[in-house]
C-alpha cells in the first residue's frame, strides 16, 4: 500500500505562482510514475503532468511553459511550480503514483487550487 497526501493548495491571483508538494509512504518502492491530475468543477479529471522514476516527464498542453514537475526520491516528494496561473487553473489537484508491478495506482485525497481574476 502506498499513501499520498498533498499540500500547497489555496487561493491565488492571476499570473501568481503555488508549489504542491505529495508525500509519498508506505511500500515506495514499487511506485514508478508519479503525476498530478486535476477536476475542475463540472469537468472530468485530467492529467497535468508526470514524472517517471528515470526523470522523463510528461505535460499537459494546457500548463506547458509554466508548470514544472520535479520529484525529490530520498524524501519520497514530488512537487508541481505552478507560476503563470489563471483562472481555468482553478481545480482540485489530486497526487497519483503509479505501482506497475502490482498493478496498481494510488490517489491522493486532493488540494483545492483557486485562482481568481
Known amino acids: 500500500q502506498v499513501q499520498l497526501v498533498e499540500s500547497g493548495g489555496g487561493l491565488v491571483q492571476a499570473g501568481g505562482s503555488l508549489r504542491l508538494s505529495c508525500a509519498a509512504s508506505?511500500?515506495?518502492?514499487?511506485?514508478?510514475?508519479m503525476g498530478w491530475y486535476r477536476q475542475a468543477p463540472g469537468k472530468q479529471r485530467e492529467l497535468v503532468a508526470t514524472?517517471?522514476?528515470?526523470?522523463?516527464?510528461n505535460y499537459a498542453d494546457s500548463v506547458k511553459g509554466r508548470f514544472t514537475i520535479s520529484r525529490h526520491d530520498a524524501k519520497n516528494t514530488v512537487y508541481l511550480q505552478m507560476n503563470s496561473l489563471k483562472p481555468e487553473d482553478t481545480a482540485v489537484y489530486y497526487c497519483?503514483?503509479?505501482?506497475?508491478?502490482?498493478?496498481?495506482?494510488?490517489w491522493g485525497k486532493g488540494t483545492l487550487i483557486t485562482v481568481s481574476s
Open positions: 508506505g511500500n515506495i518502492f514499487i511506485i514508478n510514475t
Open positions: 497519483n503514483a503509479e505501482a506497475p508491478l502490482d498493478a496498481m495506482e494510488y
Open positions: 514524472i517517471t522514476r528515470g526523470g522523463s516527464t
